[in-house]
């Protein structure tokens, strides 16, 4: 079974600091790869995405995340925070050919401004 | 486009009652999921459904949890009879693709439940 693993619980930043989310997935196969984000009391929206091609891939906001597939890894990062990226981070796997997604623990945010 | 839509958006109930949530996906989308979200971790696949469907309901609990999507468009999750260990946040998705493939899934608000 897949599983997800995202090893910062909570993470607090100054603004205009640069972020990077740890992500690593269990699964031996081909897979896709997301981040979604709840930012405090609205509901879970993508933020980036990852299927096949180019392993640096650019989401909205300024962020992006770097695959690493010989790492399982799928790393959020930005170079510069702001105070309304305050939000929740979940990195999610489909193995492809599935599409029901597994997500992490998920990564609180915090910045200050 | 209208997101997902679900309700109620908050429900208090004792254990051993029942409980039932509706979630209205994106209209046209094939595919309806609903998620367990506990406090502090990240949503479960309770079920899914193509259409009318049921492609993976394997983490269901099905002894007192039951889905269904009749007509292959609104969806209802009931509980019945709930535990402590129910109290959640159930999160309904839906994504447009019938097929294998890419998959970008639509969340709703979520339904804050709580078993008193």
């Known amino acids: 079974a897949q599983s997800v693993s995202q090893h910062n619980h909570h993470v607090i930043l100054s603004e205009a600091a640069s972020l990077e989310l740890g992500c690593n997935y269990s699964y031996g196969g081909t897979v896709n790869l997301f981040w979604y984000v709840q930012y405090p009391g609205q509901h879970l929206q993508l933020l980036l995405k990852y299927f096949s091609g180019d392993p640096l891939v650019k989401g909205i906001k300024g962020f992006e995340a770097e695959f690493i597939k010989s790492k399982f890894s799928f790393n959020l990062r930005k170079p510069s925070v702001q105070w309304s990226d305050t939000a929740e981070y979940f990195c999610?796997?489909?193995?492809?050919?599935?599409?029901?997604?597994?997500f992490g623990s998920g990564t609180r945010l915090q910045v200050q401004p | 486009e209208a997101g997902v839509a679900q309700s109620p958006r908050y429900k208090i109930i004792e254990k051993r009652q029942s409980v039932a949530f509706w979630c209205n996906p994106i209209?046209?989308?094939?595919?309806l999921y609903w998620y367990q979200q506990i406090l502090g971790q990240g949503p479960k696949l309770l079920i899914q459904f193509q259409n009318n469907g049921v492609v993976d309901d394997s983490q269901l609990p099905k002894d007192r949890f039951s889905a269904e999507r009749l007509k292959g468009v609104d969806s209802t999750l009931k509980i019945q009879p709930a535990k402590l260990e129910d109290s959640a946040v159930y999160l309904c998705?839906?994504?447009?693709?019938?097929?294998?493939?890419?998959?970008?899934?639509?969340f709703g608000p979520g339904t804050r439940l709580t078993v008193l």
């Open positions: 999610a796997v489909n193995a492809a050919g599935r599409r029901a997604l597994t």
């Open positions: 998705a839906s994504s447009l693709e019938a097929g294998t493939g890419i998959n970008e899934q639509f």
């Open positions: 209209s046209g989308h094939a595919t």
